[in-house]
Each structure stands twice: as C-alpha cells, then as structure tokens.
C-alpha cells in the first residue's frame, strides 16, 4: 500500500502570516492528492486537490504544489485568519483507496 | 441532496454489547468507506466497497464487518465491542470516476465502556 507522512504535527502562526503544510508518500502510482480541513467536532471537508498532471493550482488563499519526482506536495495558506484554524489532512489516491497523512493541527493566532 | 447521512451520532456501549453504524448516501456514488479516527493516527480505513455486492478489508477491520446492502447503505457492525474501539467511525463515499475526493458524513463517536 501507500505511506503517506504529514509535516508538521502542530503549527502555529500570527494571523496574516503564512502557513505551510508538507506531505510525502511513496507510491509513484499514486495520482490524486486531496486535502482536508476537519474543525473541532466536525467532519472532514475537502477544501482542495490536485491531480498528479499538475503542478499547482490556487483558490483565492489557499494553493497546492505537488512535485511527483521526489514525491511530495504541500498545502500553502497565505494571510491566515482564525477561521483557519482547524486539523488538516493530506491523502493519496492509490487505486480505488486514499491514504491519509497523520494530520496537522493548525492554530492560527489573533 | 442529503449527502452522506449517518446514525447514530453518539453511542455508549459495555463491553461485549453489539451494534450496528448505519449510512447512507444519495449521491449515487459507487464506492462506500467506513473510517475510524483517533487522536494523533489520522483516519485509518476499516473496511470498503467499491461496488454493490462487493466489500474489502482495509487497514484495520479485526473487530468488525461490513453489509453493502444496496448502492445508497454501508452499515458497519461491532459483534462484541472492545474499549480499543472506542473512537469516532466516518463513512465516506466517492464517485469513482476519474479523480475525486470524499464526501464524508457527520461522524459517530463511539464509547465502549
């Protein structure tokens, strides 16, 4: 199967600042790459993804770059608010079957 | 449009007590999962169908099974729950068609006491 790793675990920034959220996995077969943002309590929602034909896509704050020769992509937010605050997780398409990353919990702070 | 609906959202079980964890989904996707999530280990996938008729194991299925019993329902069953069950179980479905992410539902969190 898949290995998905998810860097870092826990993260704090300033609000208006930038975060940074990196995953690997090991499969080179793997072909799409979602992220999710789960808040407290609530279920995950898919909040961007990108396509292994693809290097980076954008929506408005929030960008994906995905490098397929090491195998890594990363989740890029830029002026944070602390309505970003929340756990988010990266996963791996392989076959019919995701692969989720551990998830980083993101606090974002006023 | 319900999307993924599942029930209950709560449940308290003694050990060794059975039940069942329902869902449905009304967005005609093919494939059904059924995740458990705990602190610090991410959502790990219990068990899955890719079609009608056709159920997998996943990483973690000891302790449990699975029915497909039609397109729209994927119920999960505890036959003799365990505290290392405790936890918050996510159904998820996917249209399977090219490349698309779940759709989760709300989640049930799960207590064996």
């Known amino acids: 199967g898949e290995n998905v790793e998810q860097h870092p675990s826990t993260l704090s920034v300033q609000e208006g600042d930038s975060a940074v959220i990196k995953c690997t996995y090991s499969d080179s077969a793997s072909n799409y790459f979602p992220w999710y943002k789960q808040e407290l309590g609530k279920r995950p929602q898919l909040i961007i993804d990108i396509r292994s034909n693809v290097g980076e896509k954008k929506d408005q704050r929030i960008a994906v770059t995905l490098n397929k020769t090491a195998k890594h992509f990363s989740l890029h937010i830029t002026e944070t608010q602390p309505e970003d605050s929340a756990v988010y997780f990266c996963?791996?398409?392989?076959?019919?079957?995701?692969?989720f990353g551990t998830g980083t919990s993101l606090t974002v702070i006023p | 449009n319900a999307g993924v609906t599942q029930t209950p959202k709560f449940q308290v079980l003694k050990t060794g007590q059975s039940m069942t964890l329902q869902c449905a989904q009304d967005?005609?996707?093919?494939?059904m999962y059924w995740y458990r999530q705990d602190p610090g280990m991410g959502l790990r996938l219990i068990y899955y169908s890719a079609s009608e008729g056709t159920t997998d194991k996943g990483e973690v299925p000891n302790g449990y099974n699975v029915s497909r019993l039609n397109k729209r329902e994927f119920s999960l069953r505890l036959e003799s729950a365990a505290p290392s069950q405790t936890s918050v179980y996510f159904c998820?479905?996917?249209?399977?068609?090219?490349?698309?992410?779940?759709?989760f539902g709300s989640g049930t969190r799960l207590t064996v006491v």
């Open positions: 996963a791996a398409l392989l076959g019919n079957q995701f692969y």
């Open positions: 967005m005609n996707h093919n494939s």
């Open positions: 998820a479905s996917r249209r399977d068609r090219g490349q698309d992410g779940y759709t």
